[in-house]
Nanobody, 123 residues
């Protein structure tokens, strides 16, 4: 089970940290990824962190304003977004799957999904 939190209304230029809570066994076995989706659009890969070496990936359209990290003390994977822009407004989902560096960006490979957390960037 994956549970996202941390979304909300943020002003442009602000920062936000999204959290994806999961069991320790899930974090140790699956790659945890963040996707985002706007109405009528496909889910866009944002970032992921692999379980063994903690290596990270970022989507091609994602700028360096996004940082993914794992917090073992809280059993969460966090996505920090800085300098938020209105175009970051989306529903953000975390997902767990056994994926590789070549396949991580395809949402079809993921076994489990959270319910999503909405981020709205507006003044």
């Amino acid at each position: 089970q994956l549970v996202e939190s941390g979304g909300g209304l943020v002003q442009p230029g602000g920062s936000l940290t999204l959290s994806c809570a999961a069991s320790r066994s899930t974090l140790d076995y699956y790659t945890i990824a963040w996707f985002r989706q706007s109405p009528g659009k496909e889910r866009e890969p944002v970032s992921c962190i692999h379980p063994n070496d903690r290596s990270t990936e970022y989507g091609g359209s994602v700028e360096d304003r996004f940082t993914i990290a794992r917090d073992d003390a809280k059993n969460t994977v966090q996505l920090r977004i800085s300098n938020l822009k209105p175009e970051d407004t989306d529903v953000y989902y975390c997902a767990a799957g056994r994926v590789t560096s070549n396949s991580w960006s395809n949402p079809l490979w993921y076994n489990f999904w959270g319910q999503g957390t909405r981020v709205t960037v507006s003044s």
